[in-house]
């Protein structure tokens, strides 16, 4: 049945994804250094870091790094739990101690670039991207397409491909540790390929926001359809109230407009900050986020013990996540994307098989991209079609369909409709990184693209 579903799914929304008009994509974009982890060279750096204090910090991750201790048990936490965290790196010789460890390449990064590439690189769908520095090493990231930033002159507002825009700023850097499934650290083993991220530049991780957007978001959002916004994960207590400020002004104009925003949510250390989202979460339509993100939202909701369920097995209880997507939708937000390794679920106010084949087209996609690496063109994509669909999401689909009687991916809970799909699983991946932008972007966009048919 599934492969079924999944071919009709990549068909329709390949025909339709052109009745998209524009997207925005706010706010965060940066060059991911990305470093594929070696067991004796992480283990050696270790114990020359205190082995004691890194595995201390491999139990619980600090709020913010400031010490290579702390980087190295961030480090260590993922790989032990195979789940993906990011966290800001506030010490200057932590970040240096990063610059001499190095990497192995360099690649697009940040939410926005992650999809700025994809939807107009790769769909051609176009979008207006905000890029807080744009150095010539980061507009030569940016593939060819219908991808644009807004550069003011002489009081006139241009819509520039960012190679276009002749500027020379600052390189922001975010370092990406890699490793794959079954990846051997002293006593650990990765249950599953992942990453941890240390963010080592201060525009994103003050959610800097530029000029052009502050003084003429409302001309900016007049070109687009849709807008995602991201990169909230790394403000803290001591930052956020300005930048909140410019986004609720924002998420009015794209109200007023009748623009629907996304929410792209990230790992957010900082329980002040999820508090402050969580209030923000009723401006948007739709939120996306995984079982840790989930499970952080709960915690400051009050729901300790839904919280713990998100977290205690493998694959995610889907019963558990239904219940805590409930009560985000009490909030008003129509539209909630779960993903996970294996599987995802889309809890909408509104009721269609579209919801669901966007979820298909979105997997696909993210089967490609682990698969190849990167995805040079849309027709690419269903190159991922002989990847084998997760057969550990069964129990899962069995699971929903007793509790909830969903059937084909569609059930009614509470109101409101349930779409499941089971994931394709790429058993040795190229990289995980932007796997879960691509998921977000690919579902959110595929979905108003059927929408319109």
Known sequence: MWDGLYASAFERVKASIGNVEGVLLAYNTNIDAIRYLERDDLEARIERAGKEEVLRYSEELPERI?????LLGSILWSVRRGKAAELFVESCSVRFYMRRWGWDELRMGGQVGIMANLLGGVYGVKVIAHVPQLSKLQAGLFKDGPIYVPKAEND?????HPRYFSADEESCLHYIYEFPRGFKVLDFEAPRENRFIGAADDYNTNLFIRDEFRERFDEIASGVSLAIISGLQALTEDNYREPFETIREHLKVLNEKGIPAH?????TPDETV???????????WSVGLNEVELASIMEVMGE???AEKLLANDPVDPIAVTEAMLKLAELGVK???FHTYGYYLALTAYRGEFVRDALLFAALAAAAKAKLGDVPSIDEIVRAMDVPVNGRAKPVEEALASEYGMRNGIAEVNGYQLAFVPTKIVVKPKSTVGIGDTISSSAFVGEFALKRI
Do not use: C, M, Y
């Not at 400031?66 to 702390?70: K, L, W």
């Open 274 to 284: 999820r508090k402050a989202i969580l209030d923000l979460l009723p401006a948007f």
């Open 335 to 337: 539209r909630i994307h």
């Open 304 to 306: 300790k013990n839904l």
């Open 66 to 70: 400031t010490s290579v201790p702390q």
């Open 156 to 160: 006139e507002l241009e819509l520039v």
């Open 263 to 267: 929410l792209e949510f990230a790992f």
